[in-house]
């Protein structure tokens, strides 16, 4: 786990703070957890109600306060809802929040709601050529993955026509989601091949990939 800044905390976690083990009850003593072993996994295990969510969301409150960034995964939602009203009460405090206060919210916190449709669903766009980069190193790299993936039927055909798909839906500003109705539908394909203006991919969907037959294309 990283640090969030040079003035996050590296003091352990206190996984029940005062509860009494090995029936010495004289001497409570602090159940603790180090960072060190939290970073070799944690695997809580119970029965339903026996406090698993509340041990993790006392484990996430820890990192808040300590300034440790943590990502959650919770396909219920309702340990989320949990953490995300602890870190508005610490956040903004009591009351009712300012429009500048939530604000500065957006720096340190994150929501991904797939289900809530107000916001549109999380993507990721692979062909998104970012600052200092190329189409090619871009491409290169998926290539590389698929390759890696499928050596065996990913063939020097199948990788000529993914590498100018590719090429000529990242230079257009689409996604590989594009690529099907690319190769599959004619008349879509002329329309991407006019907008391109690279010489050598118009040369290539025209000539090349023209001249294959449709099966040819799907195989």
Same mark, same amino acid.
């Given at each position: 786990? &990283?640090n969030?800044? $040079?003035?996050a ?10 509860y009494?083990?090995?029936?010495? $009850?004289?001497? /409570?003593?602090? !159940?603790?957890?180090?960072?060190d072993?939290?970073?070799?996994? !944690?695997?809580?295990? #119970? ?11 006392r *484990?996430?409150? /820890?990192?808040?306060v ?11 939602g309702?340990?989320?809802? %949990? ?6 009460? *610490? ?7 300012? =429009? ?7 720096d340190?916190?994150?929501?991904l709601?797939?289900d +809530?449709? @107000?916001?549109?669903?999380?993507s990721?766009?692979l ?6 980069q190329?189409?090619? /190193?871009?491409? +290169? &790299?998926?290539?590389?993955v698929?390759?890696?993936? $499928? ?5 020097? @055909?199948?990788?000529?026509? =993914? ?9 257009? #500003? ?10 599959? =539908? +004619?008349?879509?394909?002329? &329309?991407?091949?006019?907008?391109? @203006?690279?010489?050598?991919? @118009? ?7 023209g001249?294959?037959?449709?099966? %040819?294309?799907?195989?």
């Amino acid at each position: 786990m &990283a640090n969030v800044g $040079w003035w996050a905390s590296n003091t352990p976690l206190y996984l029940a703070d005062g509860y009494r083990y090995r029936s010495n $009850w004289r001497r /409570q003593q602090p !159940v603790r957890l180090s960072t060190d072993h939290r970073l070799r996994h !944690v695997y809580a295990v #119970g029965s339903t109600g026996s406090g698993k969510s509340r041990c993790v969301r006392r *484990l996430i409150l /820890q990192d808040v306060v300590t300034n440790r960034g943590f990502t959650l995964i919770d396909p219920h939602g309702d340990l989320s809802r %949990e953490v995300l009203a602890s870190i508005a009460e *610490l956040a903004l405090g009591p009351g009712k929040a300012t =429009c500048v206060e939530t604000g500065k919210l957006g720096d340190k916190l994150v929501v991904l709601q797939p289900d +809530d449709q @107000r916001f549109g669903a999380p993507s990721l766009n692979l062909l998104e050529i970012g600052p200092g980069q190329v189409a090619y /190193q871009i491409v +290169d &790299a998926i290539i590389g993955v698929i390759r890696e993936i $499928w050596p065996e039927t990913f063939g020097p @055909r199948l990788e000529d026509v =993914c590498r100018h798909s590719l090429l000529l839906l990242s230079e257009l #500003g689409l996604t590989a989601l594009e690529m099907l109705p690319l190769l599959s =539908c +004619d008349a879509f394909r002329a &329309a991407l091949v006019a907008r391109s @203006r690279n010489p050598d991919l @118009r040369l290539y969907f025209t000539e090349h990939l023209g001249g294959l037959r449709p099966a %040819e294309i799907k195989t």
